[in-house]
């Protein structure tokens, strides 16, 4: 086993998933690193055990997909073809001629890669570095021949006034808080801001037992004749919409369309929101604006993709995404890439990324050139998709001009405390004319989160196009792990 060529996949995602299972099949040593306690990434987020759900499919509408994923990878893990490294965080991934080195993460003494050049990585093996546990105190490092990145993604945060209120969290933290911990993040929850994650968000909620006071959408269906013919090739996700939205009927909710939040109010939690239409040119129509009681606002402005390994890596960027060729290869050398970190797209684009990169990567390793009508049912999957995806990023755009309705006073980067009129002054009065100046200038970007809630915020606000962060690590690290690598290891 130990002389078959190894691939370690970062992220039990969809894609990540996907790619393991195609891999191993075909050969491949799989190691697969998640900081989840469970495999499935975020989609497919079930509750602990511990907490005797009776019906936790009852959360999903893709559940016999599910099953098949975990089906597959528990037949893998028996035969010791893939192993799964839970609660796993990797905070970095770089090459190294370390060949005869032990993989760190079980205690034996068993040789990684052959000495074998198949994953195009010049000098040597790939080696990721992770913190295990929920202390994340403890450095572990898998070495092996290739590396796929499945990071999946993130969600975009646009701040307003009152948004940093106990009681308001995104609309990807509520569903989390609802499918892994069967939590309601309120009684009376507001789901607002622009996406199709609200559907699920808001229908989901209103099925646990919240009431939804209102679903505030801020794009309109006006938008829809311009994309209708890539949106019309998905009918099964055309389906899926009406599916959810009649069941908010039959809850009582009505979106309220070409709408946006304006502030959340209270003074130790949140207690109300007020929301107001939107003209053509993304403003404020004069007297539109309703108060609404809540003790929950759950806000979402759609996704970005997480590109620190990548961009660690040298991996090249098309905009916000990781490029990749019709192999899902990136332009480093034994790095694939697959799922939304190559741009949000949502489970089934992932599920036929990931498929296509896991047989890619299978043939290289294996020191033959890959036949793409192996995969072509996917690839014709993924194109579609990718098309459809990229309808849905123009129709759900965030509102023109919501940087300016941010107040003065409001707080941009939570960490630092950095309000939005610290970040205009840096540009208007200080001359900055870049995030990392505006960063420097006012520490926006400086604290724990190391700008990947506030990113797009302070790009927003300072008129600055956003640029690749370039973060060494992906997280936090302890001194401790750093100090005990070795000394031609990254630290």
């Not at 006006?222 to 009918?235: I, S, Y």
């Not at 099964?236 to 009406?242: C, R, T």
């Not at 070409?258 to 004069?286: I, K, Q």
């Not at 690290?477 to 100090?483: E, I």
Request: with cysteine; hydrophobic share 40%; aromatic share 4%.
């Amino acid at each position: 086993m130990a002389e078959r060529p190894h691939l370690a996949v970062v992220g039990a995602g969809p894609a990540g998933l996907a790619a393991a299972l195609a891999a191993a099949a075909r050969g491949v040593r799989v190691t697969l690193l998640d900081a989840a306690e469970q495999a499935g990434g975020q989609f497919y987020r079930r509750p602990a055990a511990a907490l005797g759900a009776r019906r936790p499919q009852a959360l999903h509408h893709q559940w016999r997909v599910w099953e098949r994923l975990r089906d597959g990878l528990d037949r893998q893990l028996s035969t010791g073809q893939v192993r799964h490294l839970p609660d796993h965080h990797v905070w970095c991934v770089d090459r190294t001629d370390r060949r005869d080195r032990t993989d760190g993460t079980d205690g034996t003494d068993q040789p990684v890669g052959t000495g074998v050049n198949r994953g195009g990585a010049p000098g040597g093996v790939f080696a990721v570095h992770a913190l295990r546990g929920p202390l994340q105190e403890e450095g572990v490092t898998v070495r092996a021949d290739a590396v796929l990145l499945a990071t999946g993604g993130y969600e975009r945060v646009l701040p307003f006034p009152g948004w940093t209120l106990p009681g308001v969290v995104t609309a990807g933290g509520a569903q989390a808080m609802l499918k892994g911990g069967l939590v309601l993040p309120g009684r009376t929850v507001v789901v607002a801001g622009t996406g199709p994650l609200l559907l699920p968000v808001a229908c989901g909620l209103a099925a646990a037992g919240a009431r939804v006071a209102a679903l505030v959408e801020s794009a309109g269906p006006k938008a829809l004749p311009r994309h209708a013919r890539a949106l019309a090739a998905q009918p099964g996700k055309l389906a899926e919409g009406a599916l959810y939205a009649g069941k908010l009927l039959r809850h009582g909710v009505r979106p309220l369309t070409r709408h946006t939040v304006v502030e959340a109010h209270g003074t130790d939690r949140l207690t109300a929101v007020t929301v107001a239409a939107l003209d053509r040119d993304g403003g404020l129509v004069p007297g539109s604006a309703r108060r609404i009681p809540c003790d929950a606002l759950a806000v979402g402005h759609g996704m970005l993709p997480h590109t620190d390994l990548a961009e660690t890596l040298g991996c090249a960027l098309s905009g916000t995404d990781v490029r990749v060729d019709d192999e899902q290869r990136t332009d480093v050398p034994g790095v694939w890439a697959a799922g939304e970190a190559t741009g949000i797209g949502g489970a089934a684009l992932a599920l036929a990324e990931g498929h296509i990169a896991g047989r890619s990567v299978a043939a290289r390793l294996h020191g033959t050139l890959p036949d793409p009508r192996r995969w072509a049912g996917a690839a014709r999957a993924r194109g579609q998709l990718r098309e459809f995806s990229a309808a849905l990023d123009a129709l759900y755009a965030p509102p023109a001009g919501w940087a300016d309705r941010i107040t003065d006073g409001t707080v941009v980067c939570r960490c630092e405390e950095v309000t939005a009129g610290q970040v205009r002054t840096s540009v208007d009065v200080l001359g900055a004319g870049d995030p990392r100046t505006v960063k420097l200038l006012t520490r926006a970007g400086m604290g724990w989160c190391q700008g990947r809630m506030c990113g797009p915020a302070v790009a927003g606000l300072s008129g600055c196009p956003a640029t690749p962060g370039r973060r060494p690590f992906a997280r936090p690290v302890p001194l401790g792990v750093l100090a005990r690598l070795p000394e031609d290891e990254p630290g």
